[in-house]
């Protein structure tokens, strides 16, 4: 009987050390399968943090664009008043020589007169052949109204 109880504890032995492997093999199984749940739940948050990025790449450029279109405007808008600016100096370039040419011709019939006579003199004046005075052109400027040129005559 004592080989037959021998025996006995050697196959619980044997089925004790097969029950700790199945025990040992269902702990990997374990350990693997919370990795891999572990590992997917890395996975998504990675992604959703690169969808965030993106999402976040995308409204800058939206708001990149909107102040792009705000300056391009501005630009536009301070183009044209330096044009309109610039065409307005023109036209008060242009009467300014013109009305320096006038100052200049009177301030010449000033001198004339001085220098002829010392004082002008209401009962005879006679101007002389060549004078400013005989020359019909001159008398023409005297009696001219200004020279008004519109601002959209420098175009480019």
């Known amino acids: 009987m004592a080989s037959s109880s021998g025996n006995s504890s050697g196959s619980t032995q044997i089925q ?7 025990h040992l093999q269902g702990k990997m199984d374990q350990r693997k399968r919370k990795r891999m749940e572990s590992n997917r739940e890395s996975a998504r948050r990675s992604r959703m943090r690169k ?24 630009v536009s808008i301070t183009t044209q008043h330096y044009l309109n600016v610039e065409a307005e100096n ?22 004339y007169m001085n220098t002829n006579n010392g004082v002008f003199e209401t009962r005879g004046f006679e101007p002389s052949p060549d ?22 005559i420098f175009q480019y």
């Open 16 to 22: 004790s050390h097969s029950g700790s492997e199945e």
């Open 51 to 74: 969808q965030k990025h993106l999402n976040d790449l995308v409204n800058q450029v939206a708001q990149l664009r909107k102040e792009n279109n705000q300056i391009n405007t501005s």
């Open 131 to 152: 004078s400013f005075m005989n020359n019909s052109w001159n008398l023409m400027y005297l009696n001219q109204q200004p020279i008004m040129a519109a601002a959209d």
């Open 90 to 111: 023109s036209v008060l370039r242009a009467q300014m020589d013109e009305l320096s040419q006038r100052l200049q011709s009177l301030n010449d019939i000033l001198n």
